[in-house]
């Protein structure tokens, strides 16, 4: 059996135990209640059992404290279940000559699709959730000290969570910086906001040898502080202009106070800075300072070199609004090593960054002093190639304050270097500074970062497709099943249709539900679409029977109800109101893109099945998914209405985050890049289902720079140049934090757990995320020479099912051989579609 993880909660930096671990385990349903590792297997849903967060099994991925290297007492609650259909090759065999009326495929229907506009950031649609959601209007955790615009919908996933989340102390990574409040702490005893750049030298690694389970990088060393004389005990941290890429910091003197600090605080920011407004500069360090030059004018804006005594320069520029009085900043001769007093009653910008090579870097920032980014946009479209073949665009521009006519520096994530577009590239710098957990960042001097992402995966589908970079050219390779295949696939289908569905999707958790109606659509698809339908009864039965299950989600009557949020705004488990770690945290927008998405692709494949489905009721099915969609993946930015843009996907890092409104000294997180490009595949087939182009491309360009950002940051090949050398061995990073990497997961430590949920589900998208030379790697690591039979249940099938994009015909002899035991498969997924998908790929002669 397996666990699958909830997210936790930390606060006031540590990790403490939230909950009981909660283990959810997921029986497949022909095993009829046999016995596996000592669990019973049966058709109910959940079993509560208590983990213990002893040092000899460490269950808890989080268990380093990245604050005091220490282990700590927190336990995860995590969940059970595997599932992911595996992507390969395959050709679709849905022709209209063979449908009926009412089954005509909705790419083929007259008048549905839509073309791409020049910015694929357009509105889903503009309804609220429908009316059988109820509303609730409060939410048990509290917007706390956030000001501004607050009634409409809120980010809850995005970077800056910690500073309205617990006690708002813990850092927010804007990469390659960090930004903590002080709060009062450390040798400065500061109130003001700590600024953070750190080495690669660093790092901390776990006490094993390498390859290494971990590295974190030390959080609390604040290097430079912005501060105010005026600031003390009753200071408060408000934030404002809460948007998906931007937040903005501020430091009042006491609540209900005008701040005195406003910190505009943007991905990529290349210069942390504070404005100003009629206070006394406290400019603080943490880590003292050493020596202080004198002021060296530039026009209107003065730069100090400063020395730290760890051997660090950093540089902190003034523009005043009104004059400067050279004689105004000196060091405080109560503090001399910690602190540098400006006048009282100052106006102005203060910009502080670290400088790393000399005069040559120094000169960069000279060019872009005064000016600071104040918010972000971001704007996408297609162009067709030259010879075939399109390529997604996205652009990401920057709105400026103060001296507006000077250029900006941001930083750039490798995989944004990547893909720089020729404008962008000649804006790259030599300046290089060391991210917390995502390589290196390299800054520019652009107000706008344009990225293309060639050879968008247009061809995907839902059957299983080989998919391979030739000459910069993505080909599809199609192959047909063969009768042997077809027969193979045909049997299992007839196994695994002929239950009683609701048993594995009226569960009490939209994450298992989904999981269920998903498997049952993949192989109702795989039935029709790979196999030529053998069955038709078979398939028009199972097809009616998974219609009725997707209409109870539909009208909200499943165990697990759904209601809309009006506090953040969004649809969430009722559980949570009582239990935060019911559902693995959906109530707290933990994993939405995990639990909806599998729900919207089931809904796709129906769809794409039968269009008529979408108009029955009013539309009232097409209404309902789009609600999903608009949850985690929400698209229009400008006006998001009822949802916020893209909950989930975050654009800057090129990947989603899994933990929601739970304060976490070590940021967000993900462990599975399966499930997430599940989530964009889902977009993508539900887009093309309902004829949405605009959806549909977004969808491509999603798992586009998927493929490019999890084998960067994810994925460890041995040609991995941006995660630390020592953990490149472990194959894959496990849980990816924003400060830290754990080779691990939220509910064990086993092999096969922590590689696994990187490949779940095998779906369409996994041939295009992973390598084939990936896939050797790893299996050559962990479970080659017989090793795989070792691993029990459902796992064993995951690893099998990934292998096959290395060996397929060996992958498909152990799908098919007789007697299989179907306690090798995952409870979310099927033997139909894992024989398809090896079979797809050649495994079948």
């Given at each position: 059996?397996?666990?699958?993880?909830?997210?936790?909660?930390?606060?006031?930096?540590?990790?403490?135990?939230?909950?009981?671990?909660?283990?959810?385990?997921?029986a497949?349903?022909?095993?009829?209640?046999?016995?596996?590792?000592?669990?019973?297997?049966t058709?109910?849903?959940?079993?509560?059992?208590t983990?213990?967060?002893?040092?000899?099994?460490?269950?808890?991925?989080?268990?380093?404290?990245?604050?005091?290297?220490?282990?700590?007492?927190?336990?995860?609650?995590?969940?059970?279940?595997?599932?992911?259909?595996?992507?390969?090759?395959?050709?679709?065999?849905?022709?209209?000559?063979?449908?009926?009326?009412?089954?005509?495929?909705?790419?083929?229907?007259?008048?549905?699709?839509?073309?791409?506009?020049?910015?694929?950031?357009?509105?889903?649609?503009?309804?609220?959730?429908?009316?059988?959601?109820?509303?609730?209007?409060?939410?048990?955790?509290?917007?706390?000290?956030?000001v501004?615009?607050?009634?409409?919908?809120?980010?809850?996933?995005?970077f800056?969570?910690?500073?309205?989340?617990g006690?708002?102390?813990?850092?927010?990574?804007?990469?390659?910086?960090?930004?903590?409040?002080?709060?009062?702490?450390?040798?400065?005893?500061?109130?003001?906001?700590?600024?953070?750049?750190?080495?690669?030298?660093?790092?901390?690694?776990?006490?094993?040898?390498?390859?290494?389970?971990y590295?974190?990088?030390?959080?609390?060393?604040?290097?430079?502080?912005?501060?105010a004389?005026?600031?003390?005990?009753?200071t408060?941290?408000?934030?404002?202009?809460?948007?998906?890429?931007?937040?903005?910091?501020?430091?009042?003197?006491?609540?209900?106070?005008?701040?005195?600090?406003?910190?505009?605080?943007?991905?990529?920011?290349?210069?942390?800075?504070?404005?100003?407004?009629?206070?006394?500069?406290?400019?603080?360090?943490?880590?003292?300072?050493?020596?202080?030059?004198?002021?060296?004018?530039?026009?209107?804006?003065?730069?100090?070199?400063?020395?730290?005594?760890?051997?660090?320069?950093?540089?902190?520029?003034?523009?005043?609004?009104?004059?400067?009085?050279?004689?105004?900043?000196?060091?405080?001769?109560?503090?001399?090593?910690?602190?540098?007093?400006?006048?009282?009653?100052?106006?102005?910008?203060?910009?502080?960054?670290?400088?790393v090579?000399?005069?040559?870097?120094?000169?960069?920032?000279?060019?872009?002093?005064?000016?600071?980014?104040?918010?972000?946009?971001i704007?996408?479209?297609?162009?067709?190639?030259?010879?075939?073949?399109?390529?997604?665009?996205?652009?990401?521009?920057?709105s400026?304050?103060?001296?507006?006519?000077?250029?900006?520096?941001?930083?750039?994530?490798?995989?944004?270097?990547?893909?720089?577009?020729?404008?962008?590239?000649?804006?790259?710098?030599?300046?290089?500074?060391?991210?917390?957990?995502?390589?290196?960042?390299t800054?520019?001097?652009?107000?706008?970062?344009?990225?293309?992402?060639?050879?968008?995966?247009?061809?995907?589908?839902?059957?299983?497709?080989?998919?391979?970079?030739?000459?910069?050219?993505?080909?599809?390779?199609?192959?047909?099943?063969?009768?042997?295949?077809?027969?193979?696939?045909?049997?299992?289908?007839?196994?695994?249709?002929?239950?009683?569905?609701?048993?594995?999707?009226?569960?009490?958790?939209?994450?298992?539900?989904?999981?269920?109606?998903?498997?049952?659509?993949?192989?109702?698809?795989?039935?029709?679409?790979?196999?030529?339908?053998?069955?038709?009864?078979?398939?028009?039965?199972?097809?009616?029977?998974?219609?009725?299950?997707?209409?109870?989600?539909?009208?909200?009557?499943?165990?697990?109800?759904?209601?809309?949020?009006?506090?953040?705004r969004?649809?969430?488990?009722?559980g949570?109101?009582?239990?935060?770690?019911?559902?693995?945290?959906?109530?707290?927008?933990?994993?939405?893109?995990?639990?909806?998405?599998?729900?919207?692709?089931?809904?796709?494949?129906?769809?794409?099945?039968?269009?008529?489905?979408l108009?029955?009721?009013?539309?009232?099915?097409?209404i309902?998914?789009?609600?999903?969609v608009?949850?985690?993946?929400?698209?229009?930015?400008?006006?998001?209405?009822?949802?916020?843009?893209?909950?989930?996907?975050?654009?800057?890092?090129?990947?989603?985050?899994?933990?929601?409104?739970?304060?976490?000294?070590?940021?967000?997180?993900?462990?599975s890049?399966?499930?997430?490009?599940?989530?964009?595949?889902?977009?993508?087939?539900?887009?093309?289902?309902?004829?949405?182009?605009?959806?549909?491309?977004?969808?491509?360009?999603?798992?586009?720079?998927?493929?490019?950002?999890?084998?960067?940051?994810?994925?460890?090949?041995?040609?991995?140049?941006?995660?630390?050398?020592?953990?490149?061995?472990?194959?894959?990073?496990?849980?990816?934090?924003?400060?830290?990497?754990?080779?691990?997961?939220?509910?064990?430590?086993?092999?096969?757990?922590?590689?696994?949920?990187?490949?779940?589900?095998?779906?369409?998208?996994?041939?295009?995320?992973?390598?084939?030379?990936?896939?050797?790697?790893?299996?050559?690591?962990?479970?080659?020479?017989?090793?795989?039979?070792?691993?029990?249940?459902?796992?064993?099938?995951?690893?099998?099912?990934?292998?096959?994009?290395?060996?397929?015909?060996?992958?498909?002899?152990?799908?098919?051989?007789?007697?299989?035991d179907?306690?090798?498969?995952?409870?979310?997924?099927?033997?139909?579609?894992?024989?398809?998908?090896?079979?797809?790929?050649?495994?079948?002669?």
């Amino acid at each position: 059996m397996f666990f699958r993880s909830t997210r936790r909660a930390m606060f006031s930096g540590t990790f403490v135990l939230m909950l009981a671990q909660v283990a959810r385990i997921s029986a497949h349903p022909l095993l009829d209640g046999k016995e596996e590792e000592g669990v019973k297997v049966t058709k109910t849903v959940v079993v509560r059992t208590t983990l213990c967060d002893s040092r000899t099994t460490t269950l808890d991925p989080t268990h380093i404290s990245s604050s005091s290297y220490k282990v700590t007492t927190e336990t995860a609650s995590s969940s059970s279940t595997i599932s992911r259909p595996s992507t390969s090759t395959y050709s679709t065999h849905l022709s209209p000559s063979s449908l009926s009326k009412s089954t005509t495929p909705a790419s083929q229907t007259s008048g549905k699709s839509t073309m791409a506009s020049d910015n694929l950031f357009t509105l889903i649609d503009g309804s609220p959730a429908p009316p059988q959601i109820p509303h609730n209007a409060s939410h048990p955790a509290p917007r706390l000290n956030m000001v501004g615009d607050i009634n409409r919908p809120l980010q809850t996933n995005k970077f800056y969570a910690n500073w309205f989340l617990g006690s708002q102390t813990q850092p927010v990574w804007t990469h390659p910086y960090s930004l903590q409040w002080a709060h009062g702490g450390g040798n400065a005893q500061s109130w003001g906001m700590g600024i953070v750049q750190l080495d690669r030298r660093q790092i901390v690694f776990s006490p094993d040898g390498i390859p290494h389970q971990y590295y974190l990088n030390p959080i609390g060393i604040h290097s430079m502080i912005l501060s105010a004389a005026e600031l003390g005990p009753s200071t408060t941290l408000t934030t404002d202009n809460h948007q998906a890429l931007t937040v903005n910091a501020n430091l009042c003197p006491a609540a209900g106070a005008n701040p005195l600090i406003t910190i505009p605080v943007v991905q990529g920011t290349g210069m942390i800075t504070g404005v100003y407004k009629g206070a006394t500069p406290s400019i603080q360090s943490h880590v003292q300072y050493r020596t202080i030059d004198a002021p060296i004018t530039m026009g209107s804006t003065v730069k100090y070199r400063v020395l730290l005594e760890d051997n660090n320069q950093w540089l902190i520029y003034v523009t005043p609004n009104g004059g400067y009085n050279s004689a105004g900043f000196q060091r405080d001769p109560s503090k001399p090593n910690t602190t540098f007093l400006g006048p009282a009653n100052f106006n102005g910008i203060i910009q502080i960054v670290r400088c790393v090579s000399g005069a040559a870097e120094e000169n960069i920032y000279d060019k872009s002093a005064g000016v600071y980014a104040t918010g972000a946009t971001i704007a996408a479209s297609t162009s067709m190639q030259t010879g075939g073949g399109t390529t997604g665009s996205y652009t990401f521009t920057w709105s400026k304050g103060g001296n507006t006519s000077k250029p900006l520096i941001m930083f750039a994530l490798p995989h944004h270097v990547d893909s720089f577009d020729p404008v962008t590239a000649a804006a790259k710098t030599s300046i290089r500074f060391a991210t917390a957990s995502k390589g290196f960042a390299t800054a520019i001097q652009a107000d706008h970062m344009t990225l293309l992402e060639p050879n968008l995966p247009e061809a995907m589908d839902f059957g299983p497709t080989t998919m391979t970079l030739k000459r910069s050219i993505l080909h599809r390779k199609r192959t047909g099943l063969s009768s042997k295949a077809i027969s193979a696939i045909s049997a299992a289908a007839a196994d695994e249709l002929n239950v009683d569905m609701s048993t594995q999707c009226n569960l009490n958790s939209m994450y298992f539900s989904g999981k269920g109606i998903a498997k049952f659509a993949m192989i109702v698809w795989t039935l029709y679409g790979l196999a030529n339908n053998p069955k038709p009864t078979l398939y028009s039965q199972s097809l009616d029977k998974l219609k009725v299950e997707f209409d109870r989600f539909v009208q909200n009557k499943q165990a697990a109800p759904l209601t809309y949020d009006e506090s953040w705004r969004g649809v969430i488990t009722t559980g949570g109101y009582q239990d935060p770690g019911a559902d693995f945290g959906n109530t707290y927008y933990n994993d939405h893109h995990f639990h909806y998405g599998y729900f919207v692709y089931a809904a796709a494949i129906i769809a794409t099945l039968d269009p008529s489905w979408l108009t029955i009721n009013n539309g009232q099915n097409k209404i309902w998914v789009n609600m999903l969609v608009k949850d985690f993946a929400n698209s229009n930015m400008d006006n998001p209405q009822f949802f916020p843009f893209s909950r989930s996907f975050d654009w800057w890092m090129g990947h989603s985050w899994a933990k929601g409104l739970f304060e976490s000294g070590d940021g967000k997180d993900q462990e599975s890049t399966s499930e997430d490009s599940m989530a964009s595949l889902s977009i993508k087939m539900w887009g093309k289902a309902i004829g949405d182009k605009n959806m549909e491309m977004r969808g491509n360009l999603m798992l586009a720079i998927q493929a490019r950002t999890f084998p960067a940051y994810f994925l460890l090949a041995s040609n991995n140049t941006n995660q630390p050398a020592e953990i490149i061995g472990n194959k894959v990073t496990g849980i990816l934090f924003e400060n830290k990497v754990d080779h691990a997961t939220y509910f064990g430590m086993a092999p096969e757990y922590i590689q696994g949920i990187h490949m779940l589900p095998i779906s369409p998208a996994t041939s295009y995320i992973r390598s084939k030379d990936f896939v050797n790697e790893e299996w050559n690591t962990y479970f080659s020479n017989g090793r795989v039979d070792a691993v029990a249940g459902g796992w064993r099938g995951v690893l099998w099912a990934d292998y096959a994009l290395a060996d397929p015909k060996t992958a498909y002899n152990f799908f098919a051989k007789s007697g299989f035991d179907y306690g090798l498969i995952d409870g979310g997924a099927s033997r139909t579609w894992y024989l398809a998908f090896c079979a797809a790929l050649g495994g079948a002669e």
